[in-house]
T-cell receptor
Framework: DTTVKQNPRYKLARVGKPVNLICSQTMNHDTMYWYQKKPNQAPKLLLFYYDKILNREADTFEKFQSSRPNNSFCSLYIGSAGLEYSAMYLC?????????????FGSGTRLTVL | AQKVTQTQTSISVMEKTTVTMDCVYETQDSSYFLFWYKQTASGEIVFLIRQDSYKKENATVGHYSLNFQKPKSSIGLIITATQIEDSAVYFCAMREGNQGGRALIFGTGTTVSVSP
C-alpha cells in the first residue's frame, strides 16, 4: 500500500477560526510534508517532519503548526484562518529526508475560508 | 536560491503523438535531483521520473523520457505515444542534494490536453 490519506477532502472554515487537517501513511516513512497549492501556482512547502523533528519554512513559520504523535500520522494546524489560507493542502511522505527520495502525495484537502 | 521555471502554461496534442514540456532550473549546488510529477483530474500528484544531476544518461520510464541539458540547466519531459489519460498537469521539481532536509521546489506546472 503506497497511499497517503488525507481527511477531510473538503473543509469550510470561518475567518478567525482554527483549522486542523489530518494526514496518515502506512508505509513507515520517516518524513512527512505539508504543501500548500493555490490555482496556477506551484505547490509550496510549508513544513516537514523528519522523524520527530519539525522543520518549518522561514516565510510560513508563524502561520502553521504541526504535530506528529506517531510515525503514521501528521496534522497541520492553523490557529486563526484568514481568507488567504484558502487553498489545496497536500500531504506527502518519503522514506527518509534524502534529496533523491520520491515523495508520495495524498489527494489533498481543499480548504475554503469564508 | 533554487528556482524552477515552466514557461509553457498549456499544450494541446492529438492522441498517439509526442509531447515535449520544458523546464529550467536554478541552483548553486553541484549535486541535485530533478523530478517530474503529474497531477490528475482528481487532484492526486504522482511521481513520474527522476534525473540525478551526476548522471549523463537521460532517464527513461515507460513512455516518459527526459532531455537533460545540464549546461543549459534544462530538464525537458517527453511523452511518446500519448493517450487520453495523459491529460493532466505536469510539474517539474528540484531538490538540492548536498545535505538532507532540503525542500522539493516545484514549477508552476504545464497543463497537457490530449485529444482523440
Amino acid at each position: 500500500d503506497t497511499t497517503v490519506k488525507q481527511n477531510p477532502r473538503y473543509k469550510l472554515a470561518r475567518v478567525g477560526k482554527p483549522v486542523n487537517l489530518i494526514c496518515s501513511q502506512t508505509m513507515n516513512h520517516d518524513t512527512m510534508y505539508w504543501y500548500q497549492k493555490k490555482p496556477n501556482q506551484a505547490p509550496k512547502l510549508l513544513l516537514f517532519y523528519y522523524d520527530k523533528i519539525l522543520n518549518r519554512e522561514a516565510d510560513t513559520f508563524e502561520k502553521f503548526q504541526s504535530s506528529r504523535p506517531n510515525n503514521s500520522f501528521c496534522s497541520l494546524y492553523i490557529g486563526s484562518a484568514g481568507l488567504e489560507y484558502s487553498a489545496m493542502y497536500l500531504c506527502a511522505s518519503s522514506r527518509d529526508e534524502d534529496s533523491a527520495e520520491t515523495l508520495y502525495f495524498g489527494s489533498g484537502t481543499r480548504l475554503t475560508v469564508l | 536560491a533554487q528556482k524552477v521555471t515552466q514557461t509553457q502554461t498549456s499544450i494541446s496534442v492529438m492522441e498517439k503523438t509526442t509531447v515535449t514540456m520544458d523546464c529550467v532550473y536554478e541552483t548553486q549546488d553541484s549535486s541535485y535531483f530533478l523530478f517530474w510529477y503529474k497531477q490528475t483530474a482528481s487532484g492526486e500528484i504522482v511521481f513520474l521520473i527522476r534525473q540525478d544531476s551526476y548522471k549523463k544518461e537521460n532517464a527513461t520510464v515507460g513512455h516518459y523520457s527526459l532531455n537533460f541539458q545540464k549546461p543549459k540547466s534544462s530538464i525537458g519531459l517527453i511523452i511518446t505515444a500519448t493517450q487520453i489519460e495523459d491529460s493532466a498537469v505536469y510539474f517539474c521539481a528540484m531538490r538540492e542534494g548536498n545535505q538532507g532536509g532540503r525542500a522539493l521546489i516545484f514549477g508552476t506546472g504545464t497543463t497537457v490536453s490530449v485529444s482523440p
